[in-house]
């Protein structure tokens, strides 16, 4: 998310404004390989869960709309990849409508990705470590229009900032604020969704394994993998992003220019690295659900 709020996406422009063959930007080759690789692993690997929908009739109904949704936003994030890819590679060429719009499109699928996470965890914590039903389809249909309501109503500053910037003969695609407040408001605003559903997952799945650890019959490395995981594939990939984020606050409140260069330097590598998540959601959350469900019936 934040990896986009300054990702310098550009394009090789001649004096003349008409090159018909960009050159090709080498800071933009490892972000590119590495999305290269999330989009041919996630992009068929979420379809795969979608349509196979691996013994989801083991898990509960809300398990399974949290699970489509999960896999749903992940597959829309991962469809915008080739774009980024040639951006990365050759620059921004799909003019600001365009910039404003797949812009808005990935942060929506990001957060929503995000917040069905966050409730995806709370939902496992109930019903494992709580033994608390789940929802009836009324009202788990009813908690995914808000989840993805508020995703939209989330990405909504995109819309707003995003601008194509001239910078060194290259175009940027990136946001451009009025102030400094209104820079770290929308940092700040990103930052703190993420903070608070990094906390929220990882202190679920702790929870969980505790639970698993505790039931001898479950007390075994299959699960407790599962679970580690989950817990570190997320804390890896999310945790640059916030990191990134609190410095670039420290960096706008401090006018640290050197400090906030490298935060800006850095946001493509946190942009490809977060995307992976997207990638490792299938493997990850849809046998989980198996393996988590079976545990839970078992204490009913």
């Given amino acids: 998310m934040a990896q986009f709020s300054s990702t310098t996406v550009t394009s090789n422009i001649s004096s003349s404004g008409d090159s018909p063959h960009p050159s090709l930007d080498s800071r933009g080759v490892v972000p590119a390989v590495v999305m290269s690789i999330c989009f041919l692993l996630g992009f068929p690997g979420n379809i795969a869960v979608i349509i196979l929908k691996p013994n989801w009739e083991n898990i509960s109904s809300l398990s399974q709309s949290l699970m489509l949704s999960l896999a749903v936003s992940d597959l829309l994030c991962l469809v915008t990849l080739p774009l980024w890819i040639y951006s990365f590679l050759y620059g921004w060429t799909f003019r600001l409508v365009g910039c404003k719009i797949i812009t808005y499109f990935v942060y929506c699928s990001l957060y929503a990705s995000l917040l069905t996470l966050t409730v995806l965890s709370i939902q496992r914590y109930l019903q494992v470590v709580h033994l608390e039903r789940s929802l009836p389809q009324v009202g788990a249909n009813k908690l995914l229009v808000l989840l993805w309501l508020a995703a939209m109503i989330l990405s ?145």
């Fill in 156 to 300: 909504t500053p995109e819309l707003v900032f995003r601008q194509l910037v001239e910078q060194q003969h290259w175009t940027k695609c990136k946001n451009k604020h009025s102030s400094d407040g209104q820079r770290m408001a929308s940092v700040l605003t990103e930052t703190l969704v993420g903070s608070v559903s990094l906390s929220v997952i990882v202190f679920s799945y702790i929870s969980l394994y505790r639970k698993v650890n505790r039931a001898a019959f479950f007390n075994n490395p299959q699960t407790t993998r599962l679970i580690t995981s989950i817990i570190m594939t997320f804390v890896a990939l999310w945790v640059p992003y916030l990191v990134i984020n609190v410095l670039s606050l420290v960096a706008i409140s401090l006018k640290i220019e050197g400090l906030l260069k490298f935060c800006e330097d850095s946001w493509n590598t946190v942009a490809a690295l977060t995307f992976l998540n997207s990638t490792m959601n299938p493997l990850l959350y849809a046998f989980t659900s198996i393996r988590l469900s079976t545990l839970n019936n078992s204490q009913q």
